[in-house]
């Protein structure tokens, strides 16, 4: 099929797309083409009422009642179970807490202890080196980072930062544990999960994955595709964490999400005792005993309303199933990328403008990152395009990122954005004085 080049030929493929029904989901604002989903998701039509019922019946009529009365007690495992779904895992892995860095933070400490507990065994025969380095790359997210460097000064490991194709030559006998994003938030490149989890796993060291930029985009497998929950597959993850306000449409600051190995959730405490992790909270005992299982990987009490929007964005993803889930969603993520791509090339090339994502689906998110040299281009150009209502975001030192919510975005979107881009830049609207002025958040 030739690429469609104009808005008629989006609109006809948006007639024929099976999951187009699925945007009538979500509040959109006339006019707006949002394409930075993978920064905030779209808001559920659902939240509004769901949120009503809670404040209005569950708090103001049942009051602590509604713990018990209502399930508030069992939201992290609820909606853990519903996120379970979405990557891959199975019922009673996942809890949705407190937000991606801090849930890192706990997964990160276990995977380094629980390492610490294997130096015995890869120290044996020949092997005399204990394990010491904690391996991410470089262009990791910084807030990965600046967690892995706290924890490597408490644990007296060594952080070693590799570009991203050093990877597999990096993963030698002296890593303890991988520490990756799935999906790079710069660039949308994508990491061969299974590969790196079993090239991992053949040197003796845990995986610690983000799947921040993937959760609810892409097609997820934490077990190994195709492996039994119940087996230690080479290709498996060992901890994941994720993000709540993006792909998954739980709203600003929405609670993330943690999954565990069924094969380590118990082996080690995470750091972070509070009183929800524990195994009888309410027996209010003086000293912690931790939950079995993915429970333990809780802490304070969550935040009700937040949660109830998670669910309701979580949700929104889950009316996907019926039309094959995520595979169908991350099969057309590739195909509006695939689009975008060409659009681009094609009208905007002779303005310098570069694919910063990888061209092979397979090896990219649900984004596309384009560069576009030149100082503060990149970030005035975007602000003049939010201007002409089609929303996404910049990352220094020159990209401009577009995100793709298959659930909501249209083939048309894409090529308005397309047209809009070149619009910006044949007319140099981007010189524009109020394009120059950088906001706090770009």
């Not at 490991?157 to 994003?181: F, G, I, N, Y």
Request: with cysteine.
């Amino acid at each position: 099929m030739h690429t469609p080049t104009t808005l008629a030929d989006c609109q006809a493929l948006d007639a024929q797309d099976p999951l187009a029904a699925l945007r009538e989901q979500f509040f959109l604002p006339s006019g707006m083409v949002y394409l930075d989903g993978n920064s905030l998701g779209a808001l559920p039509r659902s939240t509004a009422p769901c949120l009503a019922a809670l404040l209005q019946n569950e708090w103001g009529q049942g009051l602590i009642g509604s713990w018990n009365q209502a399930g508030w007690l069992g939201m992290p495992q609820r909606v853990g179970d519903k996120i379970a779904r979405l990557i891959g895992a199975q019922p009673g892995e996942v809890v949705a807490t407190d937000s991606t860095s801090v849930n890192l933070y706990k997964v990160l400490s276990a995977a380094i202890l629980i390492a610490a507990q294997a130096q015995p065994e890869r120290c044996s025969g020949t092997n005399t080196q204990a394990p010491r380095v904690l391996l991410s790359e470089r262009g990791n997210f910084p807030t990965d980072l600046y967690m892995a460097q706290s924890l490597c000064a408490q644990h007296g490991l060594d952080l070693r930062l590799v570009e991203s194709h050093e990877l597999q030559a990096a993963l030698t006998s002296e890593v303890a544990v991988l520490l990756l994003t799935h999906v790079g938030y710069h660039s949308g490149a994508m990491h061969d999960m299974a590969a790196l989890n079993t090239q991992a796993h053949a040197v003796g060291a845990l995986t610690v994955w983000d799947l921040a930029h993937s959760a609810g985009a892409v097609a997820l497998h934490v077990h190994g595709e195709g492996a039994s929950a119940n087996l230690a597959h080479p290709c498996a993850c060992d901890f994941a964490v994720g993000c709540g306000y993006k792909f998954l449409n739980g709203g600003p600051g929405a609670p993330a999400f943690v999954w565990v190995h069924p094969q380590h959730v118990n082996r080690a405490a995470q750091p972070l005792a509070g009183w929800f992790g524990h195994a009888a909270p309410f027996a209010f005992s003086g000293d912690y005993s931790p939950a079995q299982g993915i429970a333990r990987y809780l802490c304070g009490t969550p935040p009700l309303l937040a949660m109830a929007a998670l669910e309701c964005g979580v949700d929104s993803l889950l009316t996907a199933e019926p039309y094959g889930g995520m595979a169908a969603l991350q099969a057309k993520s590739h195909a509006l990328v695939a689009l975008f791509i060409d659009l681009v090339e094609a009208q905007c090339a002779e303005w310098g403008v570069a694919v910063a994502s990888p061209r092979e689906a397979a090896q990219r998110g649900s984004q596309l990152s384009l560069r576009l040299p030149g100082e503060n281009r990149a970030y005035a150009v975007v602000q003049a395009l939010i201007a002409r209502s089609v929303v996404g975001d910049f990352r220094p030192p020159d990209i401009a990122r577009f995100g793709v919510a298959p659930l909501y975005t249209r083939y048309a979107d894409v090529w308005q954005a397309a047209h809009s881009l070149r619009e910006v830049l044949q007319k140099q609207e981007w010189r524009a004085p109020q394009y120059q002025l950088k906001n706090a958040v770009t």
